[in-house]
């Protein structure tokens, strides 16, 4: 008895069974013990019999599971009473093998089962349903494949079921139905087809569904208005047809409502109007037909109303005349008609309407000047009457203008210039006339200006040249005269540039060869003459037009002009060249024979021979270089110019790029929580309600390639890791205007700013900071040791380092992270962070991982000293073996107590380690790997200095 009584005291009990047991004698006490030991033992047989099916490296990971006690395992919790299993955690931790050798039906009492972000894979075993307490089960974010099984429908506990973000197929099983409980059920990003079983309404408790991004057809049920507690539907980005149920109506509860998307047709039922809790309804990309419903604002919620590519007809809603809680109004491409020159009050939440390509007739009404959140507004394609109001310029948030295939008569006003942060300017195909006021150059921001055909006449500004940001710039069909300023030869990232069909005369300035990254340029019907010497420097263009000028003089000698038409080039004075129809030039004159350039020939001859194989080396070299950054240039300026929106991953798929937009409202500063090297980042709630942090990246004048590699980079090292101690990259988009990046939001924020503010300082204790630093040894340990091929972070710092609320440490900003080909040199451009960088790239640019580990050192003194550790790294450079951790311990955070035992034990550890990191020569650091195991080991030497 004894015996039992001690073995129960070793295992931990709760105080509270140690009572109890006390209290109702012996007996009771043998027979607990007996049942719960064995049932103990049981599942932890179940669970290590699923261990030992795992790969090796999730084995390593699930190292604490030994012994027959499973509830001190890692991600394991025990129900207080019973002592047996009762909630499994394990996310993130690069778990790969199937749940084919978990045996559930020995665990039954689990309540929670979450092993979502990991990249398990097979299909879900029908066994699950063995789990029969279970309350929430996450399986999201895994590579799980086949049909949801069945038995599913057994769970009848479950309240919370997540298979998104998996490769789940064929179609949902009508046994879901069953699960009355069940509050959340949420299945997308996956491959399911078929269509939504009508049992779906039988889930009467359900709060949410998410279904996007998934291959489901046929149409929406109509049972689903059963759902009385729904509050968010989202069945965006599917295939779904027919037309929406009238029963929708009866979701009173309904908040969010997503169609976009889908192949649905008929008119939208009228019961909609009922839905007065409506924040949010996307009905855009689909096939309905008829009135939009009139009363759509109803209950004055609304924020959210997209509509747009349908065959909607007849005017705008009259409830959005006045909603005053509305944000973004998308409807263009329909055929909606109406005067909607005062149509709408000042709505003073609006940021964004889109009424482009109607049938709207009317004046832009001076009253858009008072809508003071807007941002873009976009009226073009429709018939458009009048001038454009000078009133305008006071809606100062304005970044996009689209009014362009109008009527619009006038000049473009003087006020239109205080609109500082207009960066897309399209008012073409209009009766717009005047000059080109020289104020254009105040709007610094703007990339795109167009204002061909139009009757604008006067001279072109130099000032355009000022316009730094410039991508396209469209000024043809007007009446334009004098010369083509030399100023334009400014604008670097010019890609495309109209001048054609004005009255432009004189020749081409010289200086339009500083315009490297034009791609297309048409300068056809002017008057312009002289010779074509200024595109020879032109290399990245693709296209041009010159027709139809006085040009004369040979063809320059660059790609876009070897394989020219004749079209392209007709209607000029003299121009020569080897093009079919056109004259060739005249060759330099015929070579003479006689004796004496002979014999000056034979004497000059080896000379030339090798000052041609020279230079024809040098060519050679230049040739390559030149292709290769013309290439890279290639691609990025279509990834940065595509309208379409790049290929996304995980939550809305194309819809992404709407979805942060709207969320952080075109990217105001008041969601603004950070800048950092390469973009700022923004805090976003998402309309599935998932907070999130958006990288934008910035745009810098000189620095678009650069960033865009940086970025791609970022991208695909982010989307291949899944590590408790790295940032999760949930999504990445790249659209005309922006790219951005969507990361796993961390509440803490980054080290650097807690370090520095000594209120978060103090509560980030010895113990915290030892984890911190063990974490992130953890994190780079993966990334070098794990990865294949290798990623090598190259930037690590304070600023990349964040810190969840449980001040666990997650390393971010993998920009310029490379994949260590072994096949491809390591040479590359200097990367990373002042003060952290190794020494070694001051004068090799040789990058390895043993750059990361001298980064981890210096970082690693950062978090116990509470700021950077400056001098002791610059002196440190050659004598970082004369340092020694007795000196070190001196610097430690002064705003914290000193470190007693047993976590000083740790922190002399991490010193110790830090010291072998910060030596000079790479190749004498030790690896992550090492670092990590020391780290992990300088627990257990605690032990040994306690007990001694
Ligand atoms: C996993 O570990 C076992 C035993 O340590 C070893 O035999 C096997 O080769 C390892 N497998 C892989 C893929 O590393
Ligand atoms: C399971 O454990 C996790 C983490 O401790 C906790 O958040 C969750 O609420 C638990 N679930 C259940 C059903 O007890
Ligand atoms: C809906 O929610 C209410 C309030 O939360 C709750 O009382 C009710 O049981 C839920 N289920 C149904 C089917 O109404
Ligand atoms: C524009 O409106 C005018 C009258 O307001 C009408 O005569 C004309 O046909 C309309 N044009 C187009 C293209 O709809
Ligand atoms: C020129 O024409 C050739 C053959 O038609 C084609 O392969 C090449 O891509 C073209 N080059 C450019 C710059 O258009």
Redesign the pocket.
């Known amino acids: 008895m004894l015996f039992i009584f001690s073995m129960l005291l070793s295992m931990k009990l709760k105080p509270f069974w140690v009572l109890l047991v006390m209290h109702f004698g012996a007996f009771a006490m043998a027979s607990a013990a007996n049942h719960d030991v064995a049932s103990s033992e049981i599942e932890a047989n179940a669970l290590l019999k699923w261990k030992a099916s795992l790969d090796n490296h999730s084995q390593a990971s699930l190292s604490s599971w030994s012994g027959n006690n499973p509830c001190n395992w890692f991600g394991i919790?025990c129900d207080d009473g019973s002592n047996s299993v009762?909630?499994i955690?394990i996310t993130r931790v690069g778990l790969k093998g199937t749940l084919q050798s978990f045996n559930f039906s020995l665990l039954p009492n689990i309540?929670?089962l979450?092993v979502s972000y990991n990249f398990l894979y097979g299909s879900i075993p029908p066994q699950i349903e063995a789990l029969s307490n279970l309350?929430?089960l996450d399986l999201s974010s895994n590579k799980l494949s086949g049909r949801i099984p069945n038995t599913i429908g057994q769970l009848s506990k479950l309240l919370h079921l997540n298979f998104s973000s998996n490769g789940l197929s064929d179609s949902i099983p009508s046994e879901v139905g069953n699960l009355h409980s069940l509050l959340t059920f949420d299945i997308y990003d996956n491959n399911l087809s078929g269509s939504i079983p009508p049992s779906i309404g039988d889930m009467l408790n359900l709060q949410s569904i998410h279904l996007f991004n998934n291959k489901l057809s046929g149409s929406i049920p109509s049972s689903i208005g059963n759902l009385s507690n729904l509050t968010m539907l989202s069945l965006s980005s599917n295939k779904l047809n027919g037309s929406i149920p009238p029963s929708v109506g009866n979701l009173q509860k309904a908040k969010v409502i997503c169609f976009i998307g889908n192949e649905l047709s008929g008119e939208v039922p009228k019961e909609m109007e009922k839905l007065i809790d409506l924040e949010c309804l996307q009905l855009a990309d689909n096939h309905f037909v008829g009135q939009i419903p009139q009363n759509v604002c109803l209950g004055g919620k609304l924020e959210y109303f997209t509509a747009g590519n349908n065959s909607f007809t007849g005017p705008i809603p009259e409830s959005l005349r006045k909603c005053y809680t509305l944000k973004r109004l998308r409807l263009q491409q329909n055929f909606l008609t109406g005067d909607i020159t005062n149509f709408f009050d000042v709505l003073p939440n609006l940021n964004y309407i889109d009424l482009s390509d109607n049938n709207f007739h009317g004046q832009l009404s001076p009253q858009w000047g008072r809508f003071r959140s807007l941002t873009s507004l976009m009226i073009s394609e429709n018939n458009l009457t009048g001038v454009i109001p000078p009133e305008l310029g006071g809606a100062s948030k304005l970044q996009i203008l689209h009014l362009f295939s109008n009527h619009l008569t006038g000049n473009i006003p003087q006020e239109l210039f205080h609109l500082t942060s207009l960066f897309d300017l399209l008012i073409n195909n209009n009766n717009l006339s005047g000059n080109l006021p020289i104020q254009i150059s105040s709007l610094q921001q703007l990339k795109y200006l167009e204002i061909g055909s139009n009757d604008f006449t006067g001279l072109i500004p130099n000032q355009l040249g000022d316009l730094p940001s410039l991508l396209i710039l469209n000024l043809g069909r007007n009446k334009f005269e004098g010369s083509i300023p030399s100023e334009l030869g400014s604008l670097e990232y010019l890609s495309s540039l109209d001048l054609s069909g004005n009255l432009l005369s004189g020749t081409i300035p010289s200086t339009l060869g500083g315009m490297k990254g034009l791609e297309k340029i048409n300068l056809s019907h002017n008057d312009l003459s002289g010779g074509l010497s200024s595109f020879d420097d032109m290399v990245s263009l693709t296209s041009f037009d010159i027709s139809y000028n006085q040009l004369e003089g040979p063809l320059p000698d660059i790609q876009a002009f070897q394989n020219a038409t004749i079209e392209s080039l007709r209607n000029n004075k003299g121009l020569c060249g080897k093009i079919n129809g056109l004259e060739p030039c005249p060759t330099l004159r015929g070579k003479s024979h006689n004796h004496m350039t002979r014999k000056i020939l034979v004497a000059v001859l080896p000379l030339t021979l090798a000052i041609l194989m020279l230079a024809s080396f040098v060519f050679g070299v230049w040739y390559y270089l030149r292709q290769t950054s013309k290439k890279e240039q290639d691609r990025s300026t279509s990834l940065l110019r595509s309208q379409g929106i790049f290929p996304t991953w995980n939550f809305g798929g194309k819809f992404m790029f709407e979805n942060i937009v709207e969320a952080t409202e075109y990217f105001d500063d008041k969601y603004l929580i950070g800048v950092g090297g390469q973009g700022s980042v923004y805090k976003a709630m998402l309309p599935t309600g998932e907070v999130v942090a958006v990288k934008k990246l910035h745009s810098v004048p000189n620095g678009e390639m650069l960033n865009l590699k940086a970025f791609e980079s970022e991208i695909h090292a982010l989307t291949e890791i899944r590590h408790r101690n790295i940032v999760k990259l949930h999504g990445f988009c790249s659209h005309s205007q922006y790219s951005f990046l969507v990361c796993e939001f961390l509440e803490k924020g980054d080290l650097k700013k807690i370090l520095k503010d000594d209120e978060q300082a103090i509560a980030f204790d010895w113990s915290k900071r030892v984890n911190v630093v063990k974490d992130v040894a953890n994190a780079l340990c993966y990334m070098h040791h794990d990865c294949s091929p290798p990623i090598i972070h190259r930037d690590v710092s304070s600023k990349n380092v964040l810190l969840d609320s449980d001040h666990v440490a997650h390393v971010s900003d993998f920009g310029t992270a490379k994949f260590l080909n072994p096949n491809s040199s390591n040479w590359t451009s200097f990367v990373g962070t002042f003060g952290y960088a190794a020494p070694e790239l001051a004068y090799t640019m040789e990058v390895n991982e043993k750059c990361d580990v001298y980064s981890f050192g210096v970082l690693a003194l950062e978090i116990l000293f509470g700021k950077h550790p400056g001098d002791v790294t610059s002196s440190s450079i050659g004598v970082a073996s004369k340092l020694d951790h007795v000196t070190l311990m001196d610097r430690l955070d002064e705003r914290l107590p000193c470190p007693t035992s047993p976590i000083v034990v740790e922190v002399v550890s991490i010193l110790k380690i830090v010291i072998s990191c910060l030596i000079e020569s790479p190749r004498s650091r030790p690896t992550m790997e090492y670092v990590a195991k020391e780290l992990a080991m300088s627990k257990s030497s605690i032990f040994n200095a306690t007990k001694t």
Do not use: D, I, L
Request: charged share 10%; glycine share 12%; aromatic share 0%.
């Open positions: 919790a009762s909630n955690t309540v929670g979450n309350k929430s």
